[in-house]
């Protein structure tokens, strides 16, 4: 039977599409592979855009997503889609200074939507992609953001994925230092990611029964980590596991950066493992070595956790295009997944708690945070405790 172009049209799927901005995080191909699936289970046919926000602009670069070639990619790191934290739409926000999106872009992407009959974006990313998210949203274009990274700074959602597997990384190194450090008896660095917030390193600190754990939330001293080694020296204990975040200030107050890029990029935090160990040793005369993590901590493939995360973020996220809810971010509150509003989820970063439930648990164990517990204060006026974290209280027990 012919097909005239209109009922052409109506039989044709309704298409979405899907991008993963920012940095890479285990956890990105499960969401693809599960937008997906549930998507063209519900009837859609989803197009990927390449290397984030760049793959909407001229020439466009698109891939249609099928069960085909997203078949075997839950496991895998990275992602299938590539990425850039450093394109055309830079946009960040937090510590670092906030720009927006140029209107030619924001006209860019309305023409390529609108070619390629795309009817709803689904936005992967961290603060700086969610924001160009919400930038394309108050141009009016149909958005939902899928929240991401290994740093798990975004409010609004407990947890986001990758952090998970970049804790576990952190922790097997950690575990792996233990045993060189044991019998050395040295003193050992660990330098983890995160940017301005401390969740890796005192989450992978907890896990690997690091000794001192060093956050940007906390003022430290140099004082405060030297006792803790001399403490532990007169328990028979020679030796020191720490934990830096990259993120953590100097006791001056200064971050330690690799990179101060032109206007709107981001700084590049790292080095201040090195800046401890050289203090250290010029104090006590112990023998320091230090490990960055880096990027080993953000590739390889997601723990199981983040797996089931990513995929019930991406059900959510069909179904929110589906229900044509744009301009909302998904979260995990515990037990539920639900909905924010992304204005809202991007406007504050998530960061430790100074008093939370995992600094208190790591000062019962007599880990050091580095600063005088009884004297000092948290150090982090400014830090506000996050929506829907999870704390600890104390149920009865009925026989
Ligand atoms: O935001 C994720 C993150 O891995 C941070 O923890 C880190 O500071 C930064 O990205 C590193 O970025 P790049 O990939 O540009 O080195």
Redesign the pocket.
């Known amino acids: 039977m012919f097909l005239g172009r209109l009922e052409f049209r109506e039989r044709k799927k309704r298409r979405i599409g899907i991008l993963t901005a ?2 890479d ?1 285990p956890g990105l191909n499960a969401v693809i592979r599960g937008v997906v699936k549930s998507a063209t289970l519900a009837g859609y046919e989803v197009i990927g855009f390449c290397r984030g926000y760049e793959g909407l602009l001229a020439p466009v670069e698109y891939k249609i997503l099928d069960y085909r070639n997203t078949s075997g990619i839950l496991s895998q790191g990275g992602t299938i889609l590539g990425t850039t ?2 394109g055309r739409f830079q946009c960040t926000i937090g510590e670092d200074q906030r720009v927006g999106v140029a209107p030619e872009l924001l006209q860019q992407v309305k023409k390529t939507l609108s070619e390629l009959d795309v009817e709803g974006l689904i936005c992967v990313g ?1 603060d700086g992609s969610l924001t160009v998210a919400q930038r394309l949203f108050e141009a009016g274009i149909p958005v939902v953001g899928v929240p991401k ?3 798990n700074d975004l409010s609004s959602t407990v947890f986001t994925f990758g952090f998970d597997s970049a804790v576990a990384s952190a922790t097997d190194a950690l575990d792996r230092l233990h045993t060189t450090a044991a019998s050395h008896g040295r003193v050992m660095i660990l330098e983890v ?3 301005h917030a401390g969740w890796i390193a005192l989450h992978a600190g907890i896990a690997g029964g690091g000794d001192v754990i060093l956050i940007p939330e906390i003022t430290w001293s140099y004082e405060g980590i030297c006792r803790q080694i001399t403490a532990r020296d007169s328990m028979g204990k020679n030796f020191t596991l720490i934990v830096v975040a ?1 993120g953590a200030q100097l006791p001056e107050g200064d971050h330690v950066v690799q990179e101060v890029p032109p206007l709107g990029g ?1 700084v ?3 080095g201040i493992g090195h800046r401890l160990a050289a203090e250290i040793e010029r104090r006590l005369d112990r023998e320091c070595r230090v490990v960055v993590l880096g ?1 080993l901590q ?1 590739g390889g493939g997601p723990t199981a956790f983040d797996r089931v995360l990513a995929t019930q973020f991406a059900v959510h996220a069909v179904q929110l295009l589906s229900d044509k809810k744009y301009g909302q971010m998904i979260a995990y509150r515990p037990p539920h997944i639900e909905s924010v509003r992304l204005e809202d989820a991007i406007s504050k970063l998530s960061r430790v708690n100074p008093h939370g439930p995992e600094v208190r648990s790591a000062r019962a164990l007599g880990i050091s945070l580095g600063d005088d517990p009884v004297s000092s204060g948290c150090g982090a006026p400014d830090c506000e405790s996050i929506p829907g974290s999870i704390s600890m209280v104390s149920v009865p027990v009925f026989a």
């Open positions: 920012g940095g995080a934290n450093k961290g990274t290994i740093d990611m995160g940017r990259e981001q590049r935090l790292g990027h953000r």
